[in-house]
């Protein structure tokens, strides 16, 4: 009995973790959301998915949303240089039942005169706020 009392304790904490036992559906689903947003040319629309004060790494440090999205508006400022996102690898793995990191790869596809082909890597740190997924912390390589 305190065998199966445990394997509930366990199960119950498991899947009500907000990452989900399906390995973090809703974190997918944000980041497929940000892969379109980014397809049609909506920059506010992929930032729906950071947080407000969230921090950027790569060769700099951006601190907070709107930073962000001016930086993104400033390097990205056509849809001809946005070109077509995709992610791939990606793997999300919960630290607590309001915070994941999640890696991955992802993919730039454009034309010479645009820049040319983009890829790399990131880790993400997600934290469940009022329900809703948001990266705190986005490091891209």
């Known amino acids: 009995m305190r065998l199966l009392r ?8 498991w899947t009500g973790s907000g990452i989900g ?4 559906s809703a974190i997918r689903a944000e980041m497929a959301a940000q ?3 980014w397809n049609n ?3 506010p629309g992929f930032m729906r998915a950071y947080a407000d004060d969230c921090t950027f790494v790569s060769k700099q440090v951006v601190h ?8 993104y508006e400033k390097k990205y400022p056509s849809r001809q240089r946005m070109g077509t996102l995709s992610f791939s690898g990606i793997e999300v ?4 039942a309001q915070v994941a990191i999640v890696t991955g790869q992802f993919h730039l596809a454009r034309a ?16 469940l706020q009022n329900g809703h997924w948001k990266i705190m ?5």
């Open 6 to 13: 445990s394997a509930l304790v366990v199960l119950f904490f």
């Open 21 to 24: 036992a399906d390995g973090g």
């Open 35 to 37: 892969e379109q947003a």
């Open 41 to 43: 040319g909506d920059i």
């Open 64 to 71: 907070g949303k709107d930073a962000l999205q001016r930086r």
């Open 93 to 96: 793995q919960a630290l607590d």
């Open 112 to 127: 010479a005169s645009a820049g040319g082909a983009a890829h790399g890597t990131f880790s993400l740190v997600w934290q």
């Open 137 to 141: 912390l986005d490091h891209t390589a």
